[in-house]
């Protein structure tokens, strides 16, 4: 599919340059309609393979490619991250007319401001504040913080080519399939039980520091639990390469044994699966320190700075603050940031909100996360029916993720614009619309915008 693709921008280059200009020139002109936009797509390795993957058969439909079987799908990316842009598509290159995207979303807001609306440039400048994605997780992603706004600008200024921008990166995710993820420390009972059932972090921890765990009782148990969760993790994350290995190994042993004559837990389940993963890895014990989440479709979650977590399995739409920085602890052959992630952690311990979306009207729900960037709409309309999204003050993007239908906006000549599974579109600040599905089944959407709470 990627060949197909430089196949056309070798086209597109082997235009004349005024054919090219007049091409570039027409997609960047103003227009207070929707703008279709071919995405990017990021083939990381734990994504899931060809068919598999939602990623792969919704870019299949975006870009007009084909899947290749062989590959993995993880990430498709809408927005205007310069690690994978999306690029507007020119009027006059739908319908597979020549024309590759040479025009990027993010030129084109640079060139049209007033499409995010004077409240969203005044606070964030020409961009969009928010990044929109789905996911398709075959295995488990690397467990991860981000940074808050102070830290990442540090980072970006220490070592800009790890850290790449000087944003925070505030995510969340609604389940489209089963998700499981980890997410955020357990609570001090859950910890007590940890280091009493799991010998080997018992081991690792000390009977003596141990020890001293049980008997905070009485003291302020929420600050002592803390700087003590705060030692052991850090401990256990810095560990020697030999240690760890020798940790997994006897841990694995262990489990394999008691498996035969008892069933083993969830979480043990789970630490079973990512040594499979990701063998001798550290992740594969820090696991026990982490609420194991498991969502249901529809279900959300969200995660704040510096709060640890790592997607396990599943597939999800996902938004975030526009940033791609991550510290990484665990279950990853990448650069493991151990210092920075140890220091940055907050150690909030206990059960993160799980969100279900409010509705807005009776085929729309709403995820409003605790963060001004971004919010979600999810949008599911049976057969012929129709919704109308009221004209806001700020940007949108939306993703067909299932069916087809018609479009209909209110600043333009009232024509319909079809669409399909697979399209996604930019709509410019102040524009109704109204999405009638197709009469053969239901249609599913996405919408991303920034946090309605900033326009009160
Ligand atoms: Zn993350």
Known sequence: MADRRFARFRLWFGLSGSRVRRRVKKAMEATSGPLLLRCSVQNYDWGRFGEDSTVARLFEQNSGGEIELARPYAELWMGTHESGPSFVVAPSETAGSLGPETVTLKQWITANPGSLGEKVVEKWGNDLPFLFKVLSVAKALSIQAHPDKELARMLHKMRPNVYKDPNHKPEMAIALTEFKALCGFVNIEELKDVLISVPEIKDLVGSEEARKFFITEELDVNSEAKMFLQSIFTKLISSSKEAVSELVS??????????????????????????????????????????????????????????????????????????????????TPKYIDVQTLCSMLTYKQGFPEIIRGSPVNPYVSRYTPPFDEFEVDHCLLPPKESVVFSAIPGPSIFIVVVGEGKMQFSATDDQDQKFMMGDVFFVPAKNEIRISAGVDGPTQLFRAGVNHRIFC
């Not at 630490?271 to 982490?290: C, H, S, T």
């Not at 194991?292 to 700075?305: D, F, H, R, T």
């Open 250 to 331: 006897k841990l694995k042993v262990r489990l394999d044994t008691e498996s035969k004559i008892r069933t083993l837990t969830e979480k043990e389940q789970l630490i079973l699966l990512l040594e499979k993963q990701y063998q001798a890895d550290v992740g594969v014990v820090a696991a026990y320190f982490f609420n194991y989440v498991k969502l249901s479709p529809g279900e959300a979650l969200y995660i704040g700075p510096n709060e640890p977590h790592a997607y396990i399995s599943g597939e999800c739409i996902e938004c975030m603050a526009a940033s791609d920085n991550v510290v990484r602890a665990g279950l």
